[in-house]
Every structure is written in structure tokens, then in C-alpha cells.
């Protein structure tokens, strides 16, 4: 097994950095770099470029508009934007929605959606949760019933991530009541502007809005937004959370974190020493620096597979698992490198352009925010305790 980058690959990263160093927006990057608020218009105009520049997809084949690439090019694709503090994709359309309908959807869907969500004309969410059903998820109780040429939704979907700039929602509702629980469930598609549907804020311990309720009430959409076959939407969906999954560990997200970590730790001194000199919290440094490359490794061994021809097994789960645990420990060993600069709350502080008084250094005003925000990354995308469980069975045989 070769993990070495060949000069091709290493040329290839070279000329995405000069692309993105020539295109993203300044502003853009300054936010994204001092974790400042991104807006949906900043968001949708980055998407744009890079799909103007055939980038929109990295993942996608080239039959729909991917540049068809590798996954080594995926990957070093990723790391580089990372770097270079461009936003992060959002996956609801590029890695959730997109392959299922590539793979299940009809023609007329793919034709009408696939391009919309290279142009991210479309921004999509994902309803899946509801109350009560999210690591349970085949007990969801949301309804859709047959009437003439409609499906009638009703029921309530719940965390429903950045829902208030959605203008499309991907569903699970129950189509057939009788059926065993898995078999019943269909996927279906709806605009978020049709009549019945609500949406609520769900405030986070950060004091920020990101997620949502949704409910449905009689929300009447056309016969024809179901995806493939009634019934299957079960297997549909474990088919997209495979994608998300992957997606998940961030890498390229936790080497940047890390680099932002070190500066913080060159900054912040006791008794005159620089903290990232100090033997205890430097080994704290080393010990996550060195479950990252180990990460890293895995991945490329996971790419290194691919590109022998495996499929790729439960490593997907443990990528999951261990670049949640890394994000959440770079956010604490942060939050500890500022001391108590992390504890007063200051949400304007985070709004491009402000222009207060920071209260301790500038850096220190989003990292208590963002401690509390990633407590997220290991519930969402399936709990890693039940991550755990997957690898359980699948492994070890248990
Ligand atoms: C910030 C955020 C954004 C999200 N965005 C979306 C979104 O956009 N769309 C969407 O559909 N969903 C979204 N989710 C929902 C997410 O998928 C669920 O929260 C997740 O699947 C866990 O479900 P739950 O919250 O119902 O917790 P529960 O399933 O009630 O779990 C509670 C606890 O029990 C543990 N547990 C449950 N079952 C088992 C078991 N069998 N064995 C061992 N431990 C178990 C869990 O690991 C967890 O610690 C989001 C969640 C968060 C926090």
C-alpha cells in the first residue's frame, strides 16, 4: 500500500490553492478563518464559482456534471479548501439528496434537480428526525397518504439543520401503515413554501439558530415527488447515510482547527512561557495532533482500497467516531488555552464587521460558542454510541 502523494497529485493540490487563492473572496475567507457568521448569500456565491469552474461536484461522476475525479484529487480538493478557509459544502444537496437521486430518482428528477443543486438554485434540508424517532429512526410516525394525484403529509420533523433558508425538504413519511416498520416508509420531496408547512427556531446552547421544527399539516405535494418506489424509502436512506457519513470526519476542517490551535497556544503564556512550550499542554497538543494523523492515515488507507477496487467497509463508521471525538477536543483544548477569555457570552462578537471591545484577546470570543456547538458532531449523522454498535456487528461479530 503506497500513501504517498505521486507528483501529479501533489501538482494537482497546487493548482487548486492558486484557483482558490485567486477566487475566494476575501471577506469570505476572513469570516470563515475567525469563525464569524456566513451568510446563506456568501454560501450560495462560493458554491457558484466553484461550479462556474466545474468544481461544484467533487465527489460526483462526470456524467452529471463532477470533474471526475479520484478520491485521492476528492480528497486533497478538500484539505486544500480547508486551508485556504473556504466554507464548508453544505450536504444536504451535493452529498445527501444528489447520489440518491443519481441512483433511485426518476429522469425528470435528475434532469430538473441535479443541475439546481450544482447552481445551488435550490437549498435543501433533510427531514428525517422526528420527535421521539432519531436513532430509532424506522419508528418515525409522519404521514403521507395517497389522494387522486397528491400526497398528503402530515406530522412533525425535528433538528431540521439551517431548515429557515430551505426552499426544498427531503422526507421519510409512512405510506403504508400495515407494513413492517422498515418496509412502510417512503422518501418523498417538497417545497418548503407549500401551504401547511411551518417552521419554528430551535435555539442552541450556543444562543444560535441552526436548527429547526418543521411540522406538516395536510401538505398536499404531487404524486410525482416520491423517489423510486414507494415503500423503499428505508433503503434509500440507509444508502444516503453512508454518504454522510463519510463526509463526516472533517479532516481537512481539524488540520486547519489544529494549525488555529497552535497560534492560540503561541499566544497565550504563563508566567511569560508560551503555553504551547509548557510540557502539560503540549502533550495535550501532540496527543490530538497525533489521533489526527492517525485519522489521516486511515482515510488514505481507506482511499488507497478504493483505488485497488474494495469497497469500503466499516471504516466509514470509524471515521465517523474518531473526527467527531478530534473536533470536540480541539474546541476544548482551545477553550482551555484562553482560560476564563472563553466564559462571557458576546454574540455581536461574531457578526463580520463588529467592531466593539473584544474582552481578552480578538480570537477568544467565538471558542466558548463553538465548545458548545460541537457537543453536536457526535449525535448527528447517527450517534456514535450507535456507531459503536454498527462497528459491534460488523467487526467483531457481537
Ligand atoms: C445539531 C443537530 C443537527 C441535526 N440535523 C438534522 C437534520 O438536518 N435532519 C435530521 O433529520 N436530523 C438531524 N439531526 C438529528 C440527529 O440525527 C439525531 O439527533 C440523532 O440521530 C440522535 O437521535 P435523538 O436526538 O432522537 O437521540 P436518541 O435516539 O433519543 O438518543 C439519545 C441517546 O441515547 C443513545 N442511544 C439511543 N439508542 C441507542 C442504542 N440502541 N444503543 C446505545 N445507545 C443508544 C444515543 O447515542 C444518545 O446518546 C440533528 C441533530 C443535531 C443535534
Known amino acids: 500500500m503506497d500513501l504517498n502523494y505521486t507528483p501529479e497529485e501533489l501538482a494537482f493540490a497546487d493548482e487548486v490553492r492558486q484557483w482558490v487563492r485567486a477566487n475566494l473572496p476575501p471577506e469570505t475567507r476572513e469570516r470563515v478563518l475567525h469563525h464569524k457568521r456566513l451568510g446563506k448569500e456568501e454560501q ?9 469552474h466545474g468544481w461544484g461536484a467533487p465527489r460526483w461522476p462526470k456524467e452529471y456534471g463532477g470533474p471526475g475525479w479520484n478520491s485521492v484529487q476528492q480528497h486533497l480538493f478538500d484539505e486544500v479548501l480547508s486551508e485556504e478557509g473556504a466554507p464548508q459544502a453544505l450536504p444536504f444537496g451535493l452529498s445527501m439528496i444528489g447520489p440518491v ?34 436513532s430509532d429512526l424506522a419508528s418515525l410516525r409522519m404521514k403521507a397518504e395517497l389522494d387522486g394525484d397528491e400526497w398528503v403529509l402530515n406530522g412533525q420533523k425535528t433538528w431540521t ?22 418496509q412502510g416508509i417512503s422518501m418523498l420531496l417538497a417545497d418548503m413554501s407549500t401551504p401547511g408547512i411551518t417552521i419554528r427556531p430551535i435555539i442552541t446552547i450556543d444562543g444560535e439558530h441552526e436548527v429547526n421544527e418543521v411540522f406538516f399539516d395536510n401538505v398536499r405535494v404531487p404524486k410525482d415527488h416520491i423517489v423510486g418506489a414507494p415503500g423503499m424509502g428505508w433503503s434509500y436512506a440507509k444508502f444516503l447515510l453512508s454518504h454522510e457519513r463519510t463526509n463526516i470526519a472533517r479532516i481537512g476542517r481539524s488540520k486547519s482547527e489544529l494549525t488555529r490551535l497552535k497560534k492560540i497556544a503561541t499566544e497565550e503564556t504563563v508566567d511569560g512561557v508560551p503555553l504551547i ?11 490530538v495532533e497525533i489521533e489526527l494523523m492517525a485519522l489521516e492515515l486511515t482515510n488514505l488507507r481507506m482511499i488507497a482500497a478504493e483505488r485497488a477496487g474494495q469497497a469500503p467497509g466499516a471504516e466509514a463508521n470509524m471515521l465517523k467516531i474518531k473526527g467527531s471525538e478530534i473536533q470536540q477536543t480541539l474546541t476544548e483544548l482551545m477553550m482551555e488555552a484562553v482560560g476564563p477569555y472563553a466564559l462571557p457570552f458576546n454574540p455581536e462578537a461574531r457578526e463580520p464587521g463588529w467592531h466593539g471591545e ?16 460541537y457537543r453536536k458532531v457526535t449525535i448527528y449523522g447517527g450517534s ?12 467483531l461479530g457481537l
Open 384 to 395: 456514535n454510541e450507535i456507531q459503536r454498535n454498527i462497528l459491534a456487528k460488523a467487526v
Open 44 to 52: 450560495v456565491e462560493w458554491q457558484r464559482r466553484l461550479h462556474a
Open 358 to 373: 473584544p474582552i481578552g484577546p480578538e480570537y477568544a470570543a467565538p471558542l466558548g460558542p463553538d465548545y458548545f456547538n
Open 161 to 182: 439543520t439551517l431548515g429557515q433558508y430551505a426552499n426544498m425538504i427531503f422526507l421519510l413519511a409512512r405510506t403504508d401503515p400495515a407494513a413492517k416498520k422498515q
Open 277 to 287: 512550550q509548557t510540557p502539560g499542554f503540549r502533550e495535550k497538543i501532540a496527543a
Open 101 to 134: 437521486l443519481m441512483a433511485f430518482g426518476s429522469q425528470k428528477q435528475k434532469d430538473y434537480y441535479l443541475p439546481r443543486i450544482l447552481r445551488q438554485d435550490d437549498w435543501w434540508c433533510q427531514g428525517f428526525s422526528e420527535p421521539g424517532s432519531g
